[in-house]
């Protein structure tokens, strides 16, 4: 019964404090999940899906699980996709199902600037049956749904070894809504390739997540690749006040290490593996991440681009 109330606890605070995003560790491997812009990037029909088990052990932990899909038609020049994500804490879970559109600028030779848009449903669910209470009358006894629209927004710039990419998502606004309404959320990813050798690549990169009401938080990432197969790194998160002042206690800071690798099995075959280990008062529990990804190509003759680094 203690978990249950404390599961809620965390809940409201999160939806009262904002960052409310299913969290990732292998958004590097696609980025659609958080800029609608990254669709149809690699130019081939790419299926990624993943679970997510977040705190392992405790019951009512979150856990997340998602698929995605995407493509290119009129000559490569836009990206087409779809992404339906799962996202479960205790007694609440949010489902979301977008479709993603991309319109790809070639700016020169080795350059390619994209603008992205993703209208989606967005369903919240509250199982209050879960809680076991049934004599509180503002916990409700049954399953409680909302479903509301939403839209993504991003642009995403990349070259042979450079990439970029801005996104905003929660940006329909429902003041009228029973429960507490997400903020909108920004999302600014960075990274280069650095060629070491023929056969080892250098990738570190950045992704900054910003509400403007809760603190910012940054993940700094670093990974080699060996023989264009073999990915493997480390991803530093931590919150930090940037737009406010508000003191960060131990949950707001989420302060985290992940370990991170991928291997490209086939030419259209790929796995990831990712672990998480907080750094708070929450090091005892620990997050796995699994991830397929599959390339569907058109041709026989189709290479991968370089975007396969992004």
């Given at each position: 019964m203690r978990i249950c109330y404390l599961l809620l606890a965390?809940?409201?605070?999160?939806?009262?404090?904002?960052?409310?995003?299913?969290?990732?560790?292998?958004?590097i491997f696609n980025s659609m999940s958080i800029n609608p812009a990254y669709t149809g990037s690699k130019n081939v029909l790419n299926v990624n899906a993943f679970h997510r088990s977040q705190w392992t052990g405790v019951e009512g932990a979150p856990s997340t699980q998602s698929l995605a899909v995407d493509g290119v038609m009129a000559n490569d020049r836009i990206g087409v996709g779809a992404n339906v994500t799962r996202d479960e804490i205790g007694a609440h879970s949010t489902t979301s199902l977008y479709g993603n559109i991309a319109v790809?600028?070639?700016v020169s030779e080795n350059a390619i600037f994209s603008l992205g848009l993703a209208p989606g449903l967005v369903q919240h669910?509250?199982?209050?049956?879960?809680?076991?209470?049934?004599?509180?009358?503002?916990?409700p006894t049954g399953k409680e749904t909302t479903i509301k629209p939403d839209v993504k927004v991003g642009a995403y710039f990349h070259t042979r070894n450079f990439y970029a990419g801005f996104s905003a998502?929660?940006?329909l606004q429902f003041k009228d809504m029973e429960q507490v309404e997400p903020n909108p959320h920004y999302f600014f990813t960075a990274g280069y390739v650095f060629d070491v050798s023929p056969f080892v690549k250098l990738k570190p990169s950045v992704l900054v997540k910003e509400d403007f009401h809760a603190p910012t938080n940054m993940d700094v990432n670093a990974f080699i690749l060996?023989?264009?197969?073999?990915?493997?790194?480390?991803?530093?998160?931590t919150s930090m006040n940037v737009f406010n002042t508000a003191e960060?206690?131990?949950?707001e800071k989420r302060t985290a290490?992940?370990?991170?690798?991928?291997?490209?099995?086939l030419k259209q075959l790929r796995l990831g593996y990712s672990y998480d280990k907080m750094l708070?008062?929450?090091?005892?529990?620990?997050?796995?991440?699994?991830?397929?990804g599959y390339y569907f190509f058109r041709k026989k003759e189709t290479k991968m681009l370089t975007p396969q680094y992004f």
């Open positions: 965390l809940l409201l605070t999160s939806a009262a404090h904002a960052q409310q995003n299913p969290q990732y560790s292998q958004y790809k600028l070639q669910m509250v199982d209050g049956s879960k809680f076991g209470i049934v004599d509180d009358p503002t916990i998502t929660e940006l060996l023989g264009d197969r073999l990915w493997l790194g480390s991803s530093y998160r960060i206690g131990d949950v290490v992940a370990f991170i690798g991928e291997v490209q099995v708070n008062g929450y090091s005892n529990q620990s997050t796995h991440e699994v991830s397929v």
